[in-house]
């Protein structure tokens, strides 16, 4: 198999199969395939695209390329929840603790900022003391103590998408559909859900500017879950403007307690508890959507997720009188 084949039969339009794909992301890994010819690999993506097997292919050739973790260990469905980013999207720290408190286990790997975006794991260290990282022992006695745990991600999770992301940025290859909806999945299914909701951002504040390139994305990822058998749900939410009137880490935590005590701003509450609801209808502790509306918005006016969030700072080493 030489690469050179594989370049010549993406920029022609063609489907590559599962062992091209493999054989590609695992000789850039390795070093064996030097950075121009990925680069000209990306382009014809970019231009040809790739079809649903295809993209869940790459996707799990990344998965593969370095560490996963394996929750299967901790009972019940684990289901995840990423956001493509926006301003102000606090979410995290509203909806892990929601739905932990309604009996879903929250295994979550989070990653720094990127871009204009604020990152879960820049906003935790705002907490004096937190700790983002914790050891896989660690990590996985707290989701079975208190149902919730969030660190930073692996140092070795998904190479291959890190070595990928770093040449789209400097090829003008980034905002490509397949490429972007890969690089996504593959975190979360190497972070080991079972499960995953997407929230993706439209508008002026989002990376995908236009309802329609949303939808494409959103069903690019639901595709790519359907093909490995994760179930996947997406729901597409405005980020023409701040889901909040708080921007920065500190500021972002203080506007997520005060959401968890009944008093958030109405846009981010209400995303919170649509998002909440999903999981927890994904995690089978609803069978339907207003049933799972009606029991977050219970935890969220009872303190039982505020009580939730404060055991998770304390569990992670951070001052719980915040």
């Known amino acids: 198999m030489r690469t050179v084949d594989i370049i010549h039969k993406k920029r022609n339009g063609e489907a590559l199969s599962r062992e091209e794909i493999d054989f ?29 097997r295809e993209t869940a292919d790459l996707t799990m050739a990344m998965t593969r390329s ?31 603790p929601l739905v932990a408190a309604a009996g879903v286990p929250v295994a979550k790997m989070s990653g720094r900022g990127l871009g204009h975006t604020g990152g879960t794991v820049d906003k935790l260290e705002a907490i004096p003391g937190f700790a983002v990282e914790r050891t896989k022992e660690q990590f996985l006695q707290q989701v079975r103590d208190i149902g919730l745990a969030v660190v930073g991600q692996s140092g070795n999770m998904t190479p291959a998408d890190k070595k990928l992301y770093g040449l789209r940025d400097v090829t003008a290859t980034v905002d490509s559909v397949p490429l972007i909806a890969s690089s996504i999945m593959s975190k979360k299914i190497a972070s080991g859900a079972d499960r995953i909701v997407l929230d993706v951002k439209t508008g002026r ?12 994305l959103a069903q690019a990822m639901v595709d790519i879950g359907t ?28 506007e997520a307690i005060e959401t968890l005590r009944g008093e958030g701003p109405a846009e981010l509450t209400e995303l919170c508890l649509v998002l909440a609801a999903h999981m927890i209808v994904l995690g089978g502790q609803a069978s339907s959507f207003a ?12 303190g039982a997720a505020l009580e939730k969030l ?13």
């Open 24 to 52: 590609l992301i695992a000789g850039y890994v390795q070093g064996d395939i030097p950075d121009y010819q990925v680069s000209a690999w990306a382009m014809a993506v970019y231009f040809q695209g790739m079809n649903a």
């Open 66 to 96: 370095g560490d996963q973790v394996d929750l299967s260990g901790i009972p019940g469905l684990k289901v995840d929840k990423h956001s493509t980013g926006g301003v102000g999207d606090t979410t995290t720290l509203i909806v892990a």
């Open 205 to 216: 504040g989002a990376f995908m500017k236009t309802l329609d390139d949303s939808i494409v």
């Open 227 to 254: 093909e490995i058998g994760r179930d996947t749900l997406a729901v597409i939410t405005n980020m023409d403007e701040p889901l909040g009137p708080s921007i920065g880490n500190a500021l972002e935590v203080l």
């Open 291 to 302: 049933e799972a509306k009606d029991t977050v918005e219970r935890l969220l006016h009872s």
């Open 310 to 322: 404060r055991q998770f700072i304390a569990v992670q080493g951070g001052d719980a009188a915040v």
